[in-house]
């Protein structure tokens, strides 16, 4: 089952996703999936990132191939780095209509 987050008329939603259909569900993700009866188009909707955290922690040069692939000595600890939340985006384009 792949869950999607939009937003439909003004309002962060959450759906099953099967094909160009989306079956609206009557809760978020974090409550009960249970399908809301109401179907809608991919072409009604506009996809948002799955998550919208408020912070990002990151760990740079934290494998090898990726030092390896930077040609630099590995750090002695790791380095941390922060983002915003609101880094992460959606999708560009539909999957559907990509055929990705």
Known sequence: MLI???LYKNKV????????????LRENIFSTIEPS????????IALLPPVQPPLIIGLGRNYTSHVEEMAV????RL?????PGRSIIGRLSNP????R
């Open 4 to 6: 999607g987050r939009f």
């Open 13 to 24: 939603c959450f759906g099953s996703i099967e094909g160009h259909d989306i079956h609206l």
């Open 37 to 44: 009866g109401e179907r809608l188009s991919l072409a009604d």
């Open 73 to 76: 000595e590995p750090p002695d």
């Open 79 to 83: 380095a941390v780095f922060f983002k």
């Open 96 to 99: 559907v209509q990509t055929g």
